[in-house]
């Protein structure tokens, strides 16, 4: 059996290691081994039966977002990661623990990281437990794409339900109009009559106008993917939401980064995109504030599953309104569809954002500030892979 590396005295290795961990007498056998837990792609964090702490890789590093210093080892766990003490409970607490979990998740709040792990005790020759050591890997990613697989599965049995609906309710919807119309030129002498039909008239124009948006949120995207100039196409979505909402006294400002890149997106489906964020902006300031438009090109991380993971150029947009905000407790409900809070919303309109930036591989995030405002970010790969995230 090969004995694990003694880490107990005090002296520094010859080659550059970048895994923390405690100092001592190196032979071959022990770099071998260090830069084994230094390559690894996991998260490795080992305490002693102390508590202090004696080895953290560097990937664990990056995944509590920690800036690794030269004391850390030797240092208690409970000073180390003091911004993490779900990470102490655990780790400290698997001494207590005669079963430990195969495989269990912790979400690391502040950071909006959800971490995958498992917990091993380290023994020595004698079997007496003198550690315990953390293998983890950052799940977020993998998080991300199971609730866009979520939220897919949830759109699609609703989309079909919607369809059929909006199906039934097409044709007597029409015939009421129609009727409506005909009944109108029947009775020209009555003002009464005239005005109630227009009515009608109108409320059949409305309930139609909203069972084609239905129906043009559950049809299945298909992109006309052309080189796509985003100043053109903000510019565009500005105009088009004046069209939809009431601008009024609304300072829009629209702030392009020089030679930002074109994408490959569909220019008709993405001015939707940007109209109804900005048409929600309008609706949030109700004639009075400021809307900021601005495009950036940026860098994201490659899909989890694509090897090697370099970096995809992308540009990100974002809007940001200086409106009321959105509620805490509402966050997470405002892209589902048929949510709304405005008396004539359909509740779609996030939907539909969503649903066309998930078919460009892109992301969109909010950010929720009550009293300060919404800032919405979406971020577009400049080259599509269709796959990436589906
Ligand atoms: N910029 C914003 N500021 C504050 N609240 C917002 C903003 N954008 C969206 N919301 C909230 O999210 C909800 C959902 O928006 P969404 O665009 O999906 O539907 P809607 O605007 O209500 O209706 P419509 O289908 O006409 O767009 C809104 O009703 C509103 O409560
Ligand atoms: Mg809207």
Redesign the pocket.
């Known amino acids: 059996m090969i004995k694990p590396p003694d880490v107990r005295a005090a002296s520094t290795p010859a080659a550059p290691i970048r895994t923390a961990i405690a100092p001592g007498p190196v032979t071959p056998d022990d770099r071998f081994f260090r830069h084994i837990v230094g390559s690894m792609r996991n998260g490795v964090l080992a305490i002693r039966r102390d508590g202090n702490v004696a080895l953290m890789n560097e990937e664990a590093y990056r995944i509590f977002g920690l800036e690794q210093r030269e004391d850390d080892l030797g240092r208690p766990l409970t000073d180390l990661l003091r911004d993490r003490p779900d990470v102490i409970r655990v780790l400290a607490g698997s001494f207590e623990l005669s079963h430990l979990p195969n495989r269990a998740e912790l979400r690391l709040k502040d950071l909006d990281r959800v971490i995958g792990y498992t917990l091993s005790k380290v023994r020595d020759d004698q079997d007496e437990t003198i550690g315990a050591v953390m293998f983890f890997k950052d799940l977020t990613q993998v998080e991300q794409l199971e609730e866009r697989e979520r939220l897919r599965d949830r759109l699609a049995s609703l989309g079909e339900m919607a369809a059929g609906i909006a199906h039934e309710l097409k044709n007597p919807l029409a015939g009421i109009e129609v009727m409506a119309g005909l009944l109108r030129r029947q009775v020209p002498d009555s003002k009464d009559a005239q005005s109630l039909l227009a009515d009608i008239i109108n409320e059949a124009k409305l309930a139609n106008a909203i069972v084609v948006?239905m129906l043009e949120f559950v049809r299945p995207i298909r992109l006309q993917v052309e080189h796509t100039n985003l100043s053109d196409v903000l510019h565009q979505a500005v105009t088009l939401a004046e069209t939809k909402a009431t601008r009024g006294d609304i300072v829009v400002t629209v702030e392009l980064a020089p030679e930002l890149p074109t994408i490959e997106g569909d220019v008709h489906q993405l001015c939707q995109v940007f109209t109804?964020?900005l048409?929600?902006?309008f609706?949030?300031l109700e004639g009075r504030g400021a809307v900021a438009i601005t495009a950036s090109g940026g860098l994201m991380d490659a899909p989890f599953a694509q090897e090697p993971r370099a970096p995809i150029p992308t540009v990100v947009i974002e809007i940001v309104?200086n409106?009321?905000?959105?509620p805490v407790e509402?966050t997470d409900k405002?892209?589902n569809p048929f949510?709304?809070?405005?008396p004539?919303?359909?509740?779609?309109?996030?939907?539909i954002v969503r649903k066309i930036v998930d078919a460009h591989d892109g992301r969109i995030d909010v950010s929720n500030n009550p009293g300060t405002g919404?800032r919405?970010r979406i971020t577009l790969p400049t080259t599509s892979a269709s796959g990436w995230f589906k």
């Not at 409106?323 to 959105?326: A, D, E, K, R």
């Not at 949510?339 to 405005?342: A, D, R, S």
């Not at 004539?344 to 939907?351: E, H, K, N, T, V």
């Open positions: 948006e109804n964020l048409t929600n902006a609706e949030a309104d409106g009321p905000g959105v509402l405002i892209f949510f709304t809070t405005k004539q919303g359909s509740g779609l309109g996030l939907a919404t919405f």
